[in-house]
Structure formats: C-alpha cells, structure tokens
C-alpha cells in the first residue's frame, strides 16, 4: 500500500478531524478519562494508566503508546469516489487506527470496545 505524500495542511486537517473523532467516540465510555488539547488524546485510566494518540506534524503520522507499545500511522486517503475519509495504517503491521484503539481498550477495560472508523 503506498501513501499519498500529504501537504502539512492536508494532514493538519485529517488528524485533527480524525483525533476529534476519537474523542467524541470515546468520551461517554466508563472508566476511562478522555482529553484532547493541541493533537494530544490523552486517555487516562482509574489504575493510573495512560495512553496517548498524537499527531506528529513533522513525520505526517498520528503516533499511539499504549499497553508499552507504539505505532505510527501514516495516512491512506480513501478512494476519491466513495466519499470516504482515508484511514490510518500503521506502517510496520498493517494496523489501522481506530481498530487498534479498539482492541487495546478492550484489552485494558475488559470489555468489548467497538469504534466505527
């Protein structure tokens, strides 16, 4: 899969929308605490835990930490067609985002957490 090399303010405005987008996703899920200031998602846990979702301008990426991990998603846009937002993969596994925020928080909350990308 090839990336479109994005311009900084195509992706300033995919990673805002996609980071907002999160946000409003995940605000309302119990035990777990949720802010996003200046590209930083911040999700914070009862236990102390913490993981983060940024946007890294300089490498055009949205970086994740969590469960002493980290990806880097590049963005992939969507077939002009469909209409679609692009979706963000993570370059060495292949990992989409909202499906790996998906997975850690089920992981971390023991719950089943499904996010619609």
Same mark, same amino acid.
Not at 18 to 22: G, R
């Given at each position: 899969m090839t990336t479109h090399a994005l311009t900084e303010q195509e992706f300033e405005r995919a990673a805002d929308r %996609?980071?907002?987008?999160?946000d409003?996703?995940?605000g309302d899920l119990d035990g777990l605490e949720v802010s996003l200031q200046m590209g930083i998602l911040a999700l914070e846990?009862? %236990?102390g835990a913490k993981y983060i979702v940024n946007s890294h301008r300089a490498a055009r990426q949205i970086w994740m930490a969590a469960e002493q991990s980290a990806w880097h998603f590049d963005y992939h846009p969507a077939d002009s067609a469909s209409g679609a937002n692009g979706r963000w993969i993570a370059s060495k596994s292949g990992d989409e985002l909202v499906a790996t925020v998906s997975a850690v928080l089920s992981r971390k909350l023991g719950r089943e957490i499904h996010l619609a990308p």
């Open positions: %996609d980071l907002h987008a999160l409003d996703a995940l846990f009862p %236990d």
